[in-house]
């Protein structure tokens, strides 16, 4: 094999692991509420943080109201938007103290 091909294969067996771990339950309740929010707001950092501005960026495609946190023309959360928070250990203090000011205003 080549390079390439272990790379496809590689990146296949973590997607495929990656899917094992979200049931589609939790998939739908996800989309669910991405579709019936008024505001979208993603948030991320490193690597994360690219993954989650291609995420947003096809989001726009879909007519969805998306905005990444960070950026200089993302609104303020309101009442009835959705924050989505991506931290690999869920310990990042940022991120931490972003969904407890969260919190407060749903």
Do not use: W
Request: charged share 20%.
């Amino acid at each position: 094999m080549n390079v390439l091909e272990d790379a496809k294969l590689l990146i296949l067996e973590l997607y495929t692991d990656l899917c094992g771990k979200v049931s589609n339950q939790q998939l739908t309740r996800l989309a669910e509420e991405i579709l019936n929010t008024n505001h979208l707001f993603l948030a991320a950092s490193g690597r994360s943080d690219l993954v989650i501005r291609v995420f947003a960026n096809q989001l726009v495609h879909l007519g969805i109201n998306v905005h990444v946190i960070g950026d200089v023309t993302t609104p303020e959360p309101k009442q009835g938007d959705f924050i989505f928070i991506s931290s690999e250990s869920g310990e990042t203090q940022m991120f931490s103290a972003l969904a407890e000011q969260a919190k407060k205003i749903t």
